[in-house]
């Protein structure tokens, strides 16, 4: 994979449609239910089959579609407590067939949804180039805050500072308010993100 030619593409990206908007967000009911779950996700006591039992009686309940619920055991399956990278790779491709069965006006969102599962999974293995393919396949999908953090997390673990800080300058002079406000707050919190941090 060539690295500069990869980057070229993340900056033609973000300088030919910096004023795209993702239109693709899940209905109330269902951000409901997948804030449910990410709070799930994120207690100490976090037990990995209560939370696919809570995913699947939500699911159950209509209170989020298949794509969703897919999702959900992806983002299970990659949680580092359980670690189960065939079965979070397996469920991402179902994710994406659902998603092509869907399709309609929020395809793009949902396939930006897969790319950025699978660029965790890279990342989680430590193949950061791969990850940061797939990063930027989903910022092409979708300009969303999470996907520039993502885009740029991966620069960083690569040891590209500057390009990372090249990038986020150009995301801060022409990007919406409200993404580069979640970015900036998200540089502010992950550590993964410190060095962008500003002194």
């Known amino acids: 994979m060539d690295y500069r030619l990869l980057l070229d593409r993340i900056y033609q990206s973000v300088d030919s449609q910096a004023y795209f908007t993702p239109i693709g967000s899940a209905p109330p009911a269902q951000r409901d239910a997948m804030n449910e779950l990410a709070q799930a996700l994120s207690q100490p006591d976090f037990d990995a089959d209560n939370v696919r039992a809570l995913a ?12 969703r619920y897919l999702s959900a ?4 399956e990659a949680h580092p407590r359980v670690a ?3 079965e979070a790779a397996r469920l991402a491709g179902e994710q994406e067939m659902a998603a092509l069965e869907q399709g309609g ?6 396939l930006a949804a897969v790319d950025r599962h699978r660029g965790v999974l890279a990342f989680m293995r430590n193949q950061y ?11 092409e999908r979708e300009r969303s805050s999470e996907n520039l953090q993502n885009v740029l997390c991966t620069l960083l673990r690569l ?3 500057e390009d990372a800080q090249n990038l986020l300058g ?13 970015l900036n707050s998200s540089i502010a919190r992950d550590p993964d993100l ?3 941090r500003e002194e």
Not at 170 to 182: D, G, H, K, L, T
Request: aromatic share 8%.
């Open 56 to 67: 699947r009686r939500i699911h159950g309940a209509g209170r989020i579609d298949r794509i």
């Open 73 to 76: 055991l992806h983002v299970i």
């Open 84 to 86: 189960n990278w065939a």
């Open 105 to 110: 006006p929020e395809l793009q969102h949902n």
């Open 129 to 139: 180039e791969v990850a940061l393919d797939y990063f930027s396949r989903a910022l």
């Open 159 to 161: 040891g590209e500072e």
């Open 170 to 182: 150009m995301i801060r002079r022409s990007y919406p308010a409200e993404i580069v406000e979640n």
């Open 194 to 196: 410190a060095l962008l």
